[in-house]
């Protein structure tokens, strides 16, 4: 199933009915007087964010949601019945835009949350509404209100606590599958991983935290290059950034390369990443010459003033660090 992370949508409430124009006519009551009904209400669109819905897949075919119209009124003082409320479901983490203004109508960053962008027109009023000692036989009703429209884009940004980061092939997607319940694919080709992956974290730790593997970025990433364009927004919400790099693919003539080509996409999409709370970690020590590698990394890193940890997540080396690591950064962030 292709992973849906944007959509557009056109969201209509309901027409309000119209009001009834009606007078009394009963045996014996030859001036009954004006019984017309209001019109009921026009359905509302609303949104919710459920645990049920994890990606926009449910819109990659249906474009149009309509709620229904309010029935008119009838004679005997009858109102129109209400149009029922149309329930749309996203997953948490879907932000709503107007697609006309760009005006954000909604971020949904947790489950249960709801919004109404399109209310239903409110029924007329029936001709019983108008009477009046002036004005005994009104012949006329309010027609309904009409429905509101919209162009609504839908973007969904995964709500995770870490971010995995990295080249293609990094071994992020080995890392999640070790320390969560994931179980992504994983292979020795570039682009391996297509969709983020979630993970949560429980084993040996006080509070879980949710991990996403984002599929590697590459030099361009922010123009489109590759595959990080679509993925890089995800890393918006993240805690902690963990950036992976792979200590088999390490330049010794330009060790922190690798390195910089990711901490550039980051800054040339949006700088408020490169801001973020940053674990850098080499993997694959298990590797023939990583510790060469590593030499050479560290030597890089020293001068340019940044720590990094090391690791297997073949092995499972360096792992329970990593992990403490995580924690006592996730701790800060979540202080008062």
């Known amino acids: 199933m292709k992973f849906i992370d944007e959509a557009s949508i056109t969201v209509q409430s309901g027409n309000g009915g119209r009001g009834c124009v009606s007078f009394r006519r009963e045996k014996y009551i030859p001036r009954g007087g004006p019984d017309g009904g209001d019109g009921g209400k026009g359905g509302d669109i609303i949104l919710v964010s459920s645990s049920r819905r994890r990606t926009l897949q449910q819109f990659r075919y249906k474009k149009i949601f309509k709620a229904p119209n309010g029935d008119p009124g009838a004679g005997n003082n009858k ?5 029922a409320d149309l329930v749309i479901e996203v997953p948490a983490g879907t932000q709503v835009t107007d697609l006309e203004t760009g005006q954000r109508i909604q971020d949904f960053t947790q489950i249960g949350q709801t919004s109404c962008p399109a209310i239903g027109g409110r029924g007329g009023q029936g001709n019983r509404r108008f009477k009046s000692s002036t004005h005994r036989a009104p012949r006329f009703a309010q027609p309904g209100e009409p429905n509101q429209t919209l162009s609504l884009k839908l973007e969904l940004k995964l709500l995770a606590d870490v971010g995995l980061i990295g080249l293609p ?11 969560s319940a994931a179980r992504p694919k994983i292979a020795d080709y570039p682009f391996t ?9 429980a084993d040996g730790i006080d509070e879980p935290f949710v991990v996403a593997d984002i599929p590697g970025l590459i030099a361009g990433a922010h123009q489109g290059a590759g595959l990080g364009i679509r993925f890089l927004k995800h890393i918006e919400r993240t805690k902690v950034l963990v950036h992976m790099i792979d200590a088999g693919e390490i330049d010794l003539e330009d060790p922190l390369a690798d390195y910089h080509t990711v ?14 709370p940053r674990i850098v970690v080499l993997n694959k020590l298990d590797l023939p010459h990583a510790q060469e590698a590593v030499k050479a990394f ?5 001068s340019a003033g940044f720590n990094f940890m090391t690791i297997s997540a073949a092995t499972g080396q360096g792992l329970a660090k990593l992990k403490t690591a995580i924690v006592d950064i996730l701790g800060q962030k979540d202080e008062p």
């Open 79 to 83: 109102s129109g019945k209400n149009g």
């Open 169 to 179: 092939n990094a071994g992020k997607s080995t890392l999640i599958s070790v320390i």
């Open 193 to 201: 991983t297509i969709t983020p992956n979630l993970g949560v974290v």
């Open 263 to 276: 901490n550039r996409e980051l800054a040339n999409y949006d700088t408020d990443l490169t801001t973020k």
């Open 298 to 302: 560290g030597a890089a890193a020293a």
